[in-house]
């Protein structure tokens, strides 16, 4: 039996996700913020509204905090990303409800790699990362 030609189909349907598209929106999303097109929350700002319950993103420097964040907001549920260095006093009026690390470029075998805040396991929340 001859093998029929293969159907031809536009690159779109051949089309697939990869890192590398992951990190261009993310690369872009920050773009926007700086360029004005989103309103970004300082650290001196951040407050849950009227007494919601937060996740909280805990950015060790990796490239993908932001994209953690909104993939976080896209499921309808309130987060903040924050620095690993941010004290209990910033976070404690989002009311947080559990914890995201972020992870970073450090080795956590490197003697100078971040640690994450003591708040974080003293707090008994969960924590993922």
């Known amino acids: 039996m001859p093998k029929s030609k293969p159907k031809q189909s536009s690159s779109a ?6 890192s590398d598209d992951i990190e261009v929106s993310t690369y872009l999303e920050i ?3 700086i360029s004005g097109e989103q309103t ?3 650290k001196e700002e951040a407050v849950a509204p009227s007494g919601q319950e ?4 805990v950015d060790f420097g990796s490239q993908y905090s932001l994209l953690i964040a909104r993939r976080i907001r896209e499921c ?3 987060c903040e990303l924050v620095p690993y260095d941010t004290p209990w ?4 009026p989002l009311n947080p409800k559990g914890f995201i690390l972020s992870g970073g470029p450090a080795s956590v075998y490197q003697e ?9 396991y003293e707090s008994h929340l969960p924590v993922l990362g």
């Open 54 to 57: 937060a996740i909280v993103v």
């Open 13 to 18: 349907n051949r089309r697939v996700a990869t």
């Open 40 to 42: 970004a929350v300082t």
């Open 31 to 33: 773009a926007r913020e």
């Open 76 to 78: 309808h549920v309130y």
């Open 89 to 92: 006093e910033k976070i404690a």
């Open 112 to 120: 100078d790699a971040p640690l994450a805040p003591a708040y974080i």
